[in-house]
């Protein structure tokens, strides 16, 4: 049965093009582009009903990569002028200076944690794809093995050793959805449609992806092997942050041809019948 979603608590202000981290009731949003500010050190937390302030990014940006939980937080790469390869890491109260990416980008996937992070693909010099892997240890990024395909604006969720990543633009958009054994990429079911510039968030084997380019609503749940359809969006819009499970989602922000504070919850239960447990990490590019 395919999980719904519910409208809760707005960002404080309109935002696209951001980092998250944590979970559903737990959430940490990064970074991005806010309206009337621009590109932003804005870093905001969730407890599952409201927002408030955290700590601010030494290095403000967007379209950079980000995860980890909420007091333990890993945020990489993004735009601010140019692309960026400064690494932060988050306590819970304050941000401090991590190991920088190898090679500056922006509109990656990005998966893990602060200790074990994944950053694929995105974009290099201005706009163009690139097929990096990096993998970073708690302080420093090693290479990892290649995507197969260069491409921003993609999605990713799961673990260093256990990665997935969907969609992104080649110099046009493609539906290619790749998993990660933490030394190189395989090919698995493809995205039912073209996709970039969505959010996605759970496992390997349990993840939930939604939203994307042309203003989309669509939800899609995997299983490691298929597809399946899940409950729409309420508001359609790309250049989203997404945490959480498969189960218990976070949607943050994003655009709709106008820059949105919007936020909703996913949960297989319905609005207002609860989540569950839910404990593993999610992001989205």
């Not at 519910?6 to 009731?25: F, V």
């Not at 922006?106 to 163009?128: D, E, K, N, P, V």
């Not at 995205?191 to 380019?213: K, W």
């Not at 922000?253 to 239960?269: H, K, R, V």
Request: with cysteine.
């Amino acid at each position: 049965m395919p999980g719904v979603w519910c409208s809760s608590s707005s960002l404080a202000s309109a935002a696209k093009s951001m980092a998250a981290a944590g979970t559903q009731t737990v959430g940490l949003c990064i970074g991005g582009y806010y309206n009337g500010v621009g590109v932003s050190a804005t870093c905001r937390e969730y407890n599952g009903t409201s927002w408030s302030a955290g700590g601010t990014l030494a290095t403000a940006r967007e379209t950079l990569g980000g995860c980890g939980t909420q007091t333990v937080g890993l945020c990489f790469g993004g735009y601010a002028g140019g692309d960026k390869a400064n690494t932060e890491e988050y306590d819970g109260t304050s941000w401090s200076a991590g190991g920088d990416l190898s090679t500056a980008r922006q509109s990656m996937a990005s998966a893990g944690t602060q200790t074990a992070g994944l950053s694929a693909g995105g974009s290099t010099g201005g706009g163009t794809p690139s097929s990096v892997t990096e993998e970073y240890d708690g302080s420093s990024w090693s290479a990892g093995g290649a995507l197969s395909t260069a491409r921003l604006g993609v999605a990713g969720c799961g673990t260093q050793t256990a990665g997935l990543c969907s969609g992104g633009y080649t110099g046009s958009t493609v539906k290619t959805v790749q998993e990660y054994d933490g030394s190189s990429w395989s090919s698995v079911s493809d995205y039912p449609v073209v996709i970039q510039a969505h959010a996605g968030c759970g496992t390997q084997t349990d993840g939930l992806f939604f939203g994307g380019n042309s203003y989309t609503d669509l939800t899609e749940e995997y299983d490691g092997t298929s597809w399946t359809c899940g409950g729409n969006l309420v508001t359609a819009r790309s250049l989203l942050g997404g945490c959480g499970t498969r189960n218990a989602g976070l949607s943050i922000g994003g655009y709709t041809g106008s820059i949105i504070a919007n936020c909703e919850e996913y949960s297989e239960w319905g609005c207002g019948l609860g989540t569950g447990s839910a404990n593993m990490l999610g992001v989205g590019m």
